[in-house]
Nanobody, 124 residues
Framework: DVQLQASGGGLVQAGGSLRLSCVAS????????IGWFRQAPGKERERVSC????????LSADSLKGRFTISSDSAKNSVYLQMNSLKPEDTAIYYC?????????????????WGQGTQVTVSS
């Protein structure tokens, strides 16, 4: 079975940091790009960042560059999202998802597999 297990969320004060982890199983990790998405209450889901471990291709939302960094570890079938200088507006449920392909580009096919999400709450 395909599984994407996201973890690492929590409650943090503004200016703090969190590191989210996503562990994948049930598919060939290097054949897929992994993305982090977030959805805040009352807002549409947005893609935060994407990485392909096989090519090193990454793409992050312009508004988050400099604060959020995505990385991967193929040996552990894992993708990480380091979030620094967190703001209250970063509060959301963060999901990791996978789509077949080895490149992260602006327009991508629908992500096929989704994890359960991890809550990030940033207090002011």
């Amino acid at each position: 079975d395909v599984q994407l297990q996201a973890s690492g969320g929590g409650l943090v004060q503004a200016g703090g940091s969190l590191r989210l982890s996503c562990v994948a199983s049930g598919f060939t990790f290097d054949d897929y790009a992994i993305g982090w998405f977030r959805q805040a209450p009352g807002k549409e889901r947005e893609r935060v960042s994407c990485i392909s471990s096989s090519t090193g291709s990454t793409l992050s939302a312009d508004s988050l560059k400099g604060r959020f960094t995505i990385s991967s570890d193929s040996a552990k079938n894992s993708v990480y999202l380091q979030m620094n200088s967190l703001k209250p507006e970063d509060t959301a449920i963060y999901y990791c998802a996978a789509v077949r392909g080895r490149w992260c580009v602006s327009t991508m096919p629908p992500f096929e597999y989704w994890g359960q999400g991890t809550q990030v709450t940033v207090s002011s």
